[in-house]
């Protein structure tokens, strides 16, 4: 059964004029994580598309790159996105229940983030009531700001990306202790390891961009310090 088949099954057990965010109610089981996550992307970056105003080809090409749409899902993925945009349900509650429905999981909610900032930043563009949106769905999920920076440094355009934000130490860490950073990193960002935490291989292709970040970030640094 495809994940689209088990979305479809899912939205299919709301009741006529219930919330989408009531979904995430019935997803805590771990089988239903990459169902949960894949819901949980769409929807939240339904509700971001609202904070900019606008939804771009590029944001809609976005999601068949995260998810690896086929034409026939293509419906099911839509249907999610219009259910979010439409529900009165603000994308504050949305972040709650996403939280309390991955159990405060600061990986998997990382994740979530990196799969939201990679459509946000498909049109070329970062606009401010986007990252305003994120920093404060990253608060909600527990995230630090330190970590939000992070993630932010991986992906928002900027003329020189800091390495050490890249990894989430401080300029004045030990190089050893840098280099364990960006190994656990490395391991994290495994398809195998993220497949394990629930999200749908779909999503994994989201470890490729961050993959290349985390390891110019080292050879960056390392170079630096003459290792």
Known sequence: ??????????LAALTSGESLATVFETLRAPPERSVAFTIAVIALAAKMAKADGQVSRSEVAAFREVFHIAPEDEPGA????????QDVAGFEEYAQRI?????????????????????????????????????????IFGL???????????YAPD?????YAILGVDPDTPLPEI???????????????????????????MSEKRLIAINRAWEEISAQRGD
């Open 1 to 10: 059964m495809s994940i689209w088949t088990r979305i479809s099954d899912a």
């Open 78 to 85: 839509a249907r999610v996105f219009n259910l979010a945009r």
């Open 99 to 139: 939280a309390s429905m991955f159990r405060g999981d600061k990986t998997v909610l990382c994740d979530l983030m990196e799969g939201l900032f990679h459509i946000a930043l498909a049109d070329g563009t970062y606009h401010p009531k986007e990252d305003a949106f994120l920093e404060r769905v990253a608060d």
């Open 144 to 154: 630090s700001g330190t970590r939000f920076r992070t993630l932010r440094t991986r």
């Open 159 to 163: 003329e020189a990306p800091d390495p």
């Open 179 to 205: 280099r364990r950073a960006w190994r656990g990193l490395v391991r994290d960002s495994h398809p195998d390891r993220m497949i394990a935490r629930g999200l749908p291989a779909e999503a994994v292709k």
